[in-house]
Structures are given as structure tokens and as C-alpha cells.
């Protein structure tokens, strides 16, 4: 059965960092796009990052130059480095995964996904 589960959440002061793991089962990680996604109360869900079956990496301008998204495919596990938080970081972070393999193909789209983990919760305050 596919599985993604998140880690690595927790409550870091502004300009912290912390990084998120997203380890998979049941399936060959590294064939396959993964993205990271994350909704904050009373907001909808953003696409945050994703990295491709071929490393390509895209992020939302709003975290460009400070999230940094890679795979070790030994692990089968995709890891989102954040550093320079900020308050508006906040949010429940969920990793996903389509249901197909689409070779160097990804999307900050929700709805390009078809599994989801359970989300990790990310704090960011003084």
C-alpha cells in the first residue's frame, strides 16, 4: 500500500530553519514527481515545491532562495530545507505523489496529485 508520512515539523523562531522529511512505501520514490504543499488556517492549500523523477526543482516565489527541495533515493525520502522563516510560513506542510510516473514532468498544482500524507505542522514565531 502507497504511503507518504512527513517529519521534521515543529515551532523554530523567525529566521530558523528546519527541515522536512517525506519518506515513501509501497512504492519506488525516486520514478515519480513529489511535491510539497502547505495550508495555514483559513487559507487555501499552496504549492510550495516539487522536485521531478529527473531533480528538476521548482518553488513558489514565495519561498525561492530560502527552501531547498532533494531527494536520496537510497532513502526513499524527499527532504524541503527551510531556512530564513518567516511568521508567514506558518502552516501544515503535506507532501504528495501522482498516481502515475511522468518523467520530468511535476506541478505546484493540488490537483495533479493523487496521494497525500498527513501533514506535519510547522510553527514559525517569537
Known amino acids: 500500500q502507497l504511503q507518504l508520512v512527513e517529519s521534521g515539523g515543529g515551532l523554530v523562531q523567525p529566521g530558523g530553519s528546519l527541515r522536512l522529511s517525506c519518506a515513501a512505501s509501497g512504492f519506488t520514490l525516486h520514478y515519480y514527481a513529489i511535491g510539497w504543499f502547505r495550508q495555514a488556517p483559513g487559507k487555501e492549500r499552496e504549492g510550495v515545491s516539487y522536485?521531478?523523477?529527473?531533480?528538476?526543482?521548482y518553488y513558489a516565489d514565495s519561498v525561492k532562495g530560502r527552501f531547498t527541495i532533494s531527494r536520496d533515493n537510497a532513502k526513499n525520502t524527499v527532504y524541503l530545507q527551510m531556512n530564513s522563516l518567516k511568521p508567514e510560513d506558518t502552516a501544515v506542510y503535506y507532501c504528495?505523489?501522482?498516481?502515475?510516473?511522468?518523467?520530468?514532468?511535476?506541478?505546484?498544482?493540488?490537483?495533479?496529485?493523487?496521494?497525500w500524507g498527513q501533514g506535519t505542522q510547522v510553527t514559525v514565531s517569537s
Open positions: 522536485i521531478s523523477s529527473d531533480r528538476r526543482t
Open positions: 504528495a505523489a501522482p498516481r502515475r510516473n511522468k518523467y520530468g514532468l511535476g506541478s505546484l498544482q493540488a490537483g495533479w496529485y493523487d496521494y
